[in-house]
């Protein structure tokens, strides 16, 4: 019985009587049966269909079985079709030999009994089929083996190569037949995993991981390699290691880093805690007084030039420092530098001096004159810091289309190995200074950063003991050469504006309430104490008179931004300055979107607090 009913048989032979037997016989077995009496019909038959048997009388009238079956295997359309000669008493042996030469599977002879054929066919068919599933599976292994992603090579004990996958010529650049003309050379360790470097033709370093094991191939005791290429995964690795190295670096300094602020900002606490307590003593002469008071505004300023180093890098960090370009006299500049540093350059001995290369007239730059002067602010402390009984010089060369600034100083100098770190964040706290030296490493890297702002670049060059030599780049832009306007701050004691008008301060921390009240004393009409912006709120409700109101941000019930806007929905005239400690990126523009008029960050500045209230006014 047919095992499926697709399968084929196709009957040649040019006796009817056989045909239509043998198909009545084959038909009822489950077969699909076609018939042809001669080469023309069989030809056309096989054209359109594809048999899995076909029974080919050895002579027809005018021809030869076997001048069909040298057709067929010579077109090699049909490489799958088993074919079988059906021979006849007067067959002879010579030509069932050349049937079988040519490729026929086998031969019948006749007559024979139909069981006996039924038989023979279907042993045929069963031998067929499972060369077909071999085929099959085979064909499966070839696609599987084509497909995967990792080489895979058969090699022998001397090292032949005897089969390659098409990735394996991926892998190593070369074809097929080059590979199998070459002998494999790694190692081979049956059962292993092992990495290799991959020897390719074009060079390219790659990574790969070969796993072995032994098999018979063709007779032969051989070894079945695959190769898969773990370059990327080694690269992640690496990279993965430099980044726990890196993370293990940064928890270091970090923790240093934290460490020295604890310092940076304990040390000036203790001045100001400490000398406020030596004030309270009674009958303490004046001459201590002002030493005390000196001491602890000192502190105070130090104190807030580590948290605007703290704010700056956050500014930074964030994207959001603002450049804000104008027409910069550098000699100006330069005096203004020197005449802050001199006393501070002459406690340590040494000698301070800048030079100047350009005419007044000619030594502008134009870009951001706060940012210039906070890089030469942290360079020049810098050296003063490091420098003891020598120079430090400051000045500048126009080189075409910049300036080159620079710094130098006869200090101590760095270490060859940090010239590149003392730029990095947190790394100035984790150096070993055997001297203690003030400062929380954060001015290098806001130098740094400010002058890659404005399109620049910074270097240093250093010896130990001998000293260092900072320098950077600025651009030169717009115009170098302007009228001279020198735009100074006026000292404002008192505006005659202030005594017409009520003065709201809404904050809940007692000490600023006394602090601005005293600012204020004498200034103003009357001044009002709010602690909480709901009650701020409140008194602008009751009291029809207040004109302008202190609004602190950071308040308990109601903050100052919700008071700001129902003040503002209520009273549109009144004038509202946020007066905070806040002083991140964005909190001035916060203040402003809630309606506030003017905006001052804590500690307050009398004057600058004055001068922003005569604007508003």
């Not at 067959?91 to 026929?104: D, H, P, R, W, Y």
């Not at 031969?107 to 067929?128: G, N, Q, S, T």
């Not at 030596?278 to 105070?300: A, D, M, R, T």
Request: aromatic share 8%; proline share 3%.
């Amino acid at each position: 019985m047919a095992e499926n009913a697709k399968d084929k048989i196709l009957l040649v032979d040019d006796e009817p009587f056989n045909l239509g037997i043998y198909s009545e016989i084959f038909s009822d077995l489950g077969y699909e049966v076609f018939t042809a009496s001669n080469s023309h019909e069989t030809f056309e038959i096989l054209k359109k269909n594809e048999p899995d048997l076909l029974l080919l009388d050895i002579i027809l009238h005018n021809e030869l079985g076997l001048d069909i079956l040298e057709k067929i295997k010579t077109d090699n359309q049909h490489p799958y079709m088993y074919i079988v000669m059906i021979t006849g008493a007067f067959t002879s042996s010579q030509q069932q030999a050349a049937a079988l030469e040519q490729g026929a599977d086998g031969y019948i002879v006749r007559p024979i009994d139909d069981r006996e054929l039924i038989a023979r066919v279907e042993a045929f068919m069963r031998h067929k089929r499972t060369l077909d599933s071999l085929r099959k599976s085979e064909s499966r292994l070839r696609k599987i083996i084509a497909r995967n992603p990792d080489a895979i090579l058969v090699v022998d004990t001397d090292g032949k190569i005897s089969f390659a996958n098409p990735s394996a010529e991926d892998m190593f650049k070369l074809t097929i037949d080059e590979l199998l003309s070459r002998v494999f050379g790694y190692p081979v360790i049956q059962g292993e995993h092992t990495e290799i470097n991959i020897v390719r033709q074009d060079e390219e370093e790659r990574v790969g991981e070969m796993r072995t094991i032994d098999i018979d191939w063709n007779d032969k005791e051989t070894f079945l390699i695959s190769i898969r290429d773990i370059t990327h995964h080694k690269q992640i690795e690496e990279e993965l290691k430099k980044a726990l190295v890196k993370s293990e670096e940064s928890d270091k300094l970090k923790s240093a880093f934290l460490a020295n602020m604890s310092h940076e900002i304990r040390t000036p606490m203790n001045g100001v805690l400490g000398f406020t307590r030596f004030l309270k003593k009674p009958n303490l002469p004046v001459e201590k007084q002002q030493k005390y008071i000196s001491i602890i505004e000192q502190s105070g300023i130090r104190m807030l030039n580590l948290i605007n180093d703290i704010i700056d890098i956050s500014k930074i960090e964030s994207g959001n420092m603002e450049v804000n370009y104008s027409n910069i006299n550098i000699h100006e500049m330069f005096a203004s530098l020197f005449n802050f540093f001199e006393p501070q350059a002459k406690k340590k001995k040494n000698e301070l001096l800048y030079v100047t290369s350009l005419p007044d007239n000619k030594a502008y730059v134009f870009s951001d004159n706060e940012k210039i002067t906070a890089i030469f602010t942290n360079l020049i402390k810098n050296a003063v810091k490091y420098t003891t009984n020598g120079k430090i010089e400051f000045g500048y060369e126009l080189k075409e289309n910049e300036f080159e600034f620079y710094v130098k100083d006869t200090g101590i100098g760095i270490p060859q190995d940090r010239l590149d770190a003392i730029f990095e964040r947190f790394v100035q706290a984790d150096l070993k200074i055997v001297q203690p030296y003030e400062g929380a490493g954060l001015g290098l890297s806001i130098a740094k950063a400010y002058v890659e702002i404005l399109k620049g670049e910074i270097r240093v060059e250093s010896q130990e003991n001998k000293g260092s030599s900072f320098y950077f780049t600025i651009p030169v832009k717009g115009k170098k050469v302007v009228d001279k306007v020198v735009a100074r701050e006026k000292k404002i004691d008192s505006i005659e504006k202030l005594s017409e008008i009520t003065v709201l301060i809404a904050d809940d921390d007692e000490t600023a309430n006394i602090y601005l009240e005293e600012i204020l004393e004498g200034k103003c009409k009357k001044v009002l104490h709010a602690r909480n912006g709901k009650q701020a709120v409140d008194m602008v409700h009751g009291e029809k008179d207040i004109n302008l109101i202190l609004m602190d941000i950071k308040m308990p019930v109601m903050d100052g931004y919700t008071a700001t806007r129902m003040i503002k929905q209520y009273n549109q005239d009144v004038i509202i300055i946020a007066q905070t400690a806040y002083a991140m990126s964005g909190d001035k523009e916060k203040a402003f979107k809630a309606g506030c008029n003017g905006y001052i960050t804590k500690p307050i500045n009398q004057n600058e607090l004055l001068l922003i209230m005569n604007q508003l006014l």
